[in-house]
């Protein structure tokens, strides 16, 4: 059932941002799912997934979701954003820990965090790739720590499907 909420509310979202565009399913692969659309001619191939945990001292929450996209027309690939379910904290950063390793190089507008640049995605694909969990810390406007726990569980056979997709070379 979470599946298919995820997939729905990613329905909403990316049909929102492509006016109309209707996700087509490519697969899901262990706690991650691959989509793909049409913008025009273009293909937009993305893939997504929601925590496996959440935590934090809130009433009320959003979706929770993560996604990874390839735009190959416009030559942007592995473009990573998350939706916290609240708006972020004017000018706070998110942390990403996997494994050892922990990335803060994220920015956040409104709902959504980005990493600061493409170098900052390639990193995090990299460590995604090894991983088998990811936990991502943010704070809401209202000051509230959370902390979610994501599975990485498929994550590289959604990755190799929506770089397929997409015509993504290595």
């Known amino acids: 059932m979470k599946k298919f ?9 990316a049909a929102t941002a492509v006016s109309a565009a209707v996700p ?17 001619r273009n293909t937009v191939c993305y893939m997504a997934s929601t925590p ?3 935590e934090g001292k809130y009433t ?9 996209t390839h735009r190959p027309q416009e030559k942007s690939f592995d473009v ?17 820990q996997i494994g050892n390793k922990t990335i803060d190089k994220l920015f956040t507008d409104g709902t959504m965090a980005w990493t600061i640049n493409g170098d900052v995605d390639a990193e995090l694909i990299k460590e995604m790739k090894r991983g088998t969990r990811m936990i991502v810390t943010g704070t809401s406007s209202r000051g509230t720590l959370t ?3 994501y599975s990485l569980k498929g994550f590289n056979k959604a990755y190799t499907a929506i770089s397929k ?3 993504k070379k290595s």
């Open 80 to 96: 990573i954003n998350i939706n916290a379910g609240y708006t972020y904290k004017d000018k706070s950063r998110v942390k990403i």
């Open 165 to 167: 997709k997409c015509n």
């Open 147 to 149: 902390k979610d726990t």
């Open 60 to 68: 009320k929450r959003g979706d929770i979701y993560m996604v990874v």
């Open 24 to 40: 087509q399913s490519i697969g899901e692969y262990g706690d991650w799912t691959a989509f793909y659309y049409k913008d025009g």
């Open 52 to 54: 496996v945990k959440d």
């Open 5 to 13: 909420f995820s997939a729905l509310s990613l329905f909403c979202f």
